[in-house]
């Protein structure tokens, strides 16, 4: 399960919107609390592609990595997800989406429709990494 205050949901929407109709991407900063992340602060990160490819695939490299763990120790909280926007698209992850992620991370996903932000889901991938599992998302 993840939680999301309604702070936090509006500056991901916010993002997406401000990126459309390129992706956004950044990181979730939080706490885990038994099974669930809190989410504190997220930490937007560009989106490392080139131009032309920008659009559903998203990229975190290494040095974003190193920045969010860096950003997160200083304010006392983890790396515990990662979120994009799909610009034009449905709140679903890609089959690119699965192949790039890891287990253990959140990751949500916001539709921008015209450059409005739609539906917001938050995903999981299970162990064995072949698919995805929506998760609750708590504000
Ligand atoms: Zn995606």
């Known amino acids: 399960m993840i939680a999301i205050d ?20 950044g990181a979730l900063l939080g706490k885990i609390d038994g099974d669930t992340k809190r989410i504190a602060a997220i930490l937007p990160i560009a ?3 080139e131009e032309e490819e920008r659009y559903h695939r998203f990229t975190i490299t290494p040095e974003d990595m190193m920045r969010a763990e860096l950003e997160a120790r200083k304010m006392k909280l983890d790396v515990v997800g990662f979120y994009h926007s799909h610009p034009d698209h449905p709140a679903t992850p890609s089959e690119y989406d699965r ?5 253990f991370y959140s990751y949500v996903i916001v539709a921008v429709e015209k450059g409005r932000s739609a539906r ?4 999981e991938l299970t162990e064995n990494r072949d698919k995805f599992k929506e998760e609750t998302i708590w504000q």
Not at 120 to 123: A, C, D, N, P, R
């Open 6 to 25: 309604a702070q936090q949901l509006s500056a991901i929407r916010g993002e997406g919107e401000a990126a459309y109709p390129h992706e956004c991407c």
């Open 47 to 49: 989106n490392a592609r």
């Open 99 to 103: 192949e790039h992620a890891l287990p």
């Open 120 to 123: 917001l889901t938050s995903w």
